[in-house]
């Protein structure tokens, strides 16, 4: 690189300038002449003249000094690859360095990013718990069933699976649901249908809807077992705990997406409905529900023991892993044992809510008529 008579750095093979004027995407090639200001110039004509006082230093990758200047157009930049070139810029430039953060303004993004963070968590540990409790309530019924729409949807596409209908069956099916709401004091606006899949599990979605799988009925042994499972999931319905956990979980996934970036909060409620066939309910909810289990099936004069003796078998089998019942209903001894204390204390007089024949029936509703 050569200096010529004016003090123009001329561009040559080892040392060039590129210089972008930041209204068109043409990369031109420059040479320098560093005087009073610093003159861009091209084939003998000046592109731009740049006060030192104005020209700032701009993110570049090793090796390169990438120049903007406040008086130019934002995206105009000078890229300088010669190091002689590059210091003789850098010691006229007293200003260069006045947009980039300092060692002061780089730990105050770290803390205030930190405390974002933290912010973020402690809200989706107490906030959006205590958010779900209060929304709950609030939440219209046309609009729950809406929500329940959307996770039905997910159901099928996470399983695969399809309503059975065998035509006994589903009269078996629908007397011991109908027995169950009479006694819960449920109106018919309560959903119930068994859907064709291994997996051993039942759950409630917001609205309504109670789905039982064919791979937990088909462990069953009698019908109390399955009207237990059936009368927990009808008091989280009641309690609508569905509509609690789509909250809680839509609103967490949402904060973590905002914290890795998702602005937007797209897909939350997706992951949401996902979540409710896969995620276990809280304790109290759990409690609540078996209250709600035992309440209804000893005003049936049936045991809710049953209920607990069936999952433990699945327990027993599945090693409460994956999407069995017992992953999204942890059983715990207490439970199982307060349910035959409860039994014990009540008069199981009632007529079976089933005959042998309608039982069978029921077991094989997932045989011929698959919809």
């Not at 997910?154 to 007397?175: L, M, P, R, T």
């Not at 249908?193 to 088909?218: D, E, H, M, Q, R």
Request: a neutral charge.
């Amino acid at each position: 690189m050569e200096d010529d008579a004016t003090g123009a750095v001329r561009p040559s093979q080892e040392a060039t300038a590129i210089y972008f004027d930041g209204t068109s995407s043409r990369r031109h090639i420059v040479a320098l002449r560093l005087g009073e200001t610093l003159e861009i110039g091209e084939d003998g004509a000046t592109l731009a003249r740049w006060s030192y006082a104005d020209i700032r230093r701009a993110d570049s990758p090793s090796g390169i000094l990438r120049l903007s200047c406040l008086a130019a157009p934002s995206l105009a930049r000078l890229e300088v690859r010669d190091a002689r070139l590059a210091a003789d810029l850098v010691a006229r430039c007293f200003h260069l360095e006045d947009n980039l953060p300092n060692r002061k303004g780089v730990a105050a993004i770290v803390g205030w990013s930190l405390a974002a963070a933290v912010s973020i968590v402690l809200v989706v540990l107490f906030g959006v718990p205590r958010a779900a409790e209060r929304l709950t309530p609030l939440m219209p019924d046309s609009f729950e069933r809406r929500l329940g729409d959307v996770a039905d949807a997910q159901v099928k596409v996470i399983f695969d699976a399809k309503h059975c209908s065998n035509a006994a069956g589903q009269v078996a099916f629908e007397k011991l649901v109908g027995a169950l709401r009479r006694s819960a004091g449920l109106d018919n606006a309560v959903q119930s249908a068994v859907l064709a899949t291994s997996v051993p599990n039942a759950f409630a979605l917001p609205g309504g809807k109670v789905y039982l799988f064919n791979g937990l009925l088909a462990k069953a042994e009698n019908p109390d077992e399955i009207a237990g499972v059936l009368a927990h999931e009808l008091g989280h319905v009641r309690h609508r705990d569905s509509m609690r956990e789509l909250i809680h979980n839509g609103g967490t996934s949402f904060l973590i997406g905002l914290l890795f970036g998702d602005i937007t909060g797209s897909g939350a409620l997706i992951f949401a409905s996902r979540t409710l066939v896969t995620s276990s309910y809280s304790r109290d909810a759990e409690t609540n529900a078996d209250s709600f289990a035992i309440e209804t099936m000893h005003r049936l004069g049936r045991p809710a023991k049953p209920m607990g003796e069936l999952m433990l078998r699945v327990t027993g089998k599945e090693g409460g892993k994956g999407l069995s019942l017992v992953s999204s209903h942890p059983l715990t001894e207490d439970r199982l044992a307060r349910m035959g204390n409860a039994d014990g204390g009540s008069a199981i007089t009632g007529a079976p809510l089933l005959s042998a024949a309608e039982w069978q029936a029921l077991k094989g509703i997932c045989g011929a008529g698959k919809v």
